[in-house]
């Protein structure tokens, strides 16, 4: 049995060592590609940690819960800056065209539509655009690390089942 659990030891390794990972190096953002290097060090188990894994197992959650937290507090930021954006584009639209207003009504749904317009086009929205899908990304990992998390401790449980047969 200790032969058994070894191989798959040495099998479940071996696949993390394979998954080469150079040819999404310059495509994933930076904070990504830390975050999946975290979760694969939370997640690695073997019979030298299994006793430490079982014991962090509430901390590591607990801890993924958090960076979920952040992000999304920070996604949210990131989305209220690009209405205060859009808003000053607005602002300076109105502005410019306050003599020749005559009809308050449609000449707001006109500005706004030609704010966004400009907005669209602004260097800084696109800037802005692009962390927000970066973001979503990380957000989708994360939530996805969770749920892994959520069944690691089965795969504790189910590991320490195997050393107990191993050790009959």
Same mark, same amino acid.
Request: one cysteine or more; charged letters at 40%.
């Given at each position: 049995?200790? *032969?058994?659990?070894?191989?798959? +030891? *040495?099998?479940?390794?071996?696949?993390?060592?394979?998954?080469?990972?150079?040819?999404?190096?310059?495509?994933?953002?930076?904070?990504?590609?830390?975050?999946?290097?975290?979760?694969?060090?939370?997640?690695?188990?073997?019979?030298?940690?299994?006793?430490?894994?079982?014991?962090?197992?509430?901390?590591?959650?607990?801890?993924?819960?958090?960076?979920?937290?952040?992000? =999304?507090?920070?996604?949210?930021?990131?989305? =209220?800056?690009?209405?205060?954006?859009?808003?000053?584009?607005?602002?300076?639209?109105?502005?410019?065209?306050?003599?020749?207003?005559?009809?308050?009504?449609?000449?707001?749904?006109?500005?706004?539509?030609?704010?966004?317009?400009? +907005?669209?086009?602004?260097?800084?929205? +696109?800037?802005?655009?692009?962390?927000?899908?970066?973001?979503?990304?990380?957000?989708?990992?994360?939530? =996805?690390?969770?749920?892994?998390?959520?069944?690691?401790?089965?795969? *504790?449980?189910?590991?320490?089942?195997?050393?107990?047969?191993?050790? *009959?």
């Amino acid at each position: 049995m200790v *032969i058994m659990m070894n191989y798959y +030891l *040495i099998i479940v390794e071996r696949k993390i060592n394979q998954m080469n990972r150079d040819h999404v190096k310059d495509i994933l953002p930076e904070k990504l590609e830390n975050y999946m290097k975290e979760f694969e060090e939370d997640m690695k188990l073997n019979e030298d940690n299994i006793h430490d894994k079982s014991m962090q197992r509430s901390a590591i959650a607990a801890k993924w819960a958090r960076y979920c937290f952040e992000e =999304e507090r920070f996604k949210k930021k990131m989305t =209220e800056s690009v209405e205060q954006l859009k808003e000053a584009i607005c602002q300076k639209l109105y502005e410019k065209k306050k003599d020749s207003i005559v009809n308050l009504k449609t000449t707001d749904i006109a500005i706004k539509l030609e704010a966004e317009k400009h +907005l669209k086009k602004s260097s800084q929205y +696109l800037k802005i655009k692009d962390e927000l899908d970066n973001q979503d990304d990380i957000i989708r990992f994360i939530m =996805e690390a969770k749920q892994i998390i959520s069944g690691f401790g089965f795969d *504790i449980k189910n590991s320490i089942e195997v050393l107990k047969l191993e050790n *009959i």
